[in-house]
């Protein structure tokens, strides 16, 4: 399995944006699908994005589609998630889940996950 370690999270306020970084460590990280979740508190966790090993497929939750912007860097083992336009409703803990298989926006399919990062937007 991939290490990850999120990190970028924050409070913003309404309108602003936010910038989400995910560092890969332990296998290729160049093989794997990555993918941004989100939990918000008594909510399950929910699909935010998704990215293929080669960058060249990309898929988002239709509540961030044209507002968030997924990325990664193999070079540096790093995936990236642009936010732009947070609404409160965006206020969750973010978590980064690499698998070296899946693709899809269930969690159950992702075999590695990150100790998540919070998200607070303020209005």
């Known amino acids: 399995q991939v290490q990850l370690v999120e990190s970028g999270g924050g409070l913003v306020q309404a309108g602003g944006s936010l910038r989400l970084s995910c560092a890969a460590s332990?296998?290729?990280?160049?093989?794997?699908?990555m993918a941004w979740f989100r939990q918000a508190p008594g909510k399950e966790r929910e699909f935010v994005a998704a990215?293929?090993?080669?960058?060249?497929?990309?898929y988002y939750a239709d509540s961030v589609k044209g507002r968030f912007t997924i990325s990664r860097d193999n070079a540096k083992n790093t995936m990236y998630l642009r936010m732009n336009s947070l609404k409160p409703e965006d206020t969750a803990v973010y978590y980064c889940?690499?698998?070296?298989?899946?693709?899809?926006?269930?969690?159950?399919?992702?075999?590695?996950w990150g100790q998540g990062t919070q998200v607070t937007v303020s209005s």
């Open positions: 889940a690499a698998d070296p298989t899946a693709w899809g926006n269930r969690p159950q399919i992702f075999g590695s």
């Open positions: 332990g296998r290729t990280f160049s093989i794997y699908t």
């Open positions: 990215m293929s090993w080669s960058g060249g497929r990309t």
